[in-house]
């Protein structure tokens, strides 16, 4: 798993992009404005796919990773049911350890729905400055 710092230097470098392409798509044809939304439209497109790929990933993994919670659980009542010190002890290690995974998931969520909250103000920008372009001519 990326460190969060990474996720968040990667979003960062997508708005800086998306800026940069907006600006040359304001002084650019009406021809490479729409190839600029086309592409950008791809790239918003195979950004959801792939966002989609990885909370399947996700999920399946979670699946996997709760059964072998339970497993582990499981075990461990065994060996302390009579060790009530030990367990409680484990018990605040587990809600922890879940808190921690929970809440760096939850920060990668929140960074991959900003990429794509990014992807469609690029999108909404250019077709704007396109719709603009149209006036114009027809102005």
């Given at each position: 798993?990326?460190?969060?710092?990474?996720?968040?230097?990667?979003l960062a470098d997508h708005a800086t992009?998306?800026?940069?392409?907006?600006?040359?798509?304001?002084?650019?044809?009406?021809?490479?404005?729409?190839?600029?939304?086309?592409?950008s439209k791809a790239d918003a497109k195979a950004?959801?796919?792939?966002?989609?790929?990885?909370?399947?990933?996700?999920?399946?993994?979670?699946?996997?990773?709760?059964?072998?919670?339970?497993?582990?659980?499981?075990?461990?009542?065994?060996?302390?049911?009579?060790?009530?010190?030990?367990?409680?002890?484990?018990?605040?290690?587990?809600?922890?350890?879940?808190?921690?995974?929970?809440?760096?998931?939850?920060?990668?969520?929140?960074?991959?729905?900003?990429?794509?909250?990014?992807?469609?103000?690029?999108?909404?920008?250019?077709?704007?400055?396109?719709?603009?372009?149209?006036?114009?001519?027809?102005?």
């Amino acid at each position: 798993m990326k460190k969060l710092s990474e996720n968040l230097q990667e979003l960062a470098d997508h708005a800086t992009d998306t800026k940069k392409k907006v600006a040359v798509a304001e002084q650019e044809t009406k021809e490479k404005v729409e190839a600029s939304i086309q592409k950008s439209k791809a790239d918003a497109k195979a950004r959801q796919e792939s966002f989609k790929a990885k909370n399947k990933e996700k999920q399946a993994i979670a699946t996997l990773q709760w059964e072998e919670l339970q497993d582990f659980y499981n075990q461990k009542v065994l060996q302390i049911k009579n060790k009530r010190e030990t367990e409680k002890e484990a018990r605040e290690v587990r809600k922890a350890q879940k808190r921690a995974e929970d809440a760096a998931l939850n920060a990668e969520a929140a960074i991959e729905f900003a990429f794509l909250a990014i992807d469609d103000a690029e999108l909404a920008v250019l077709e704007a400055i396109d719709a603009e372009a149209y006036y114009e001519s027809l102005a």
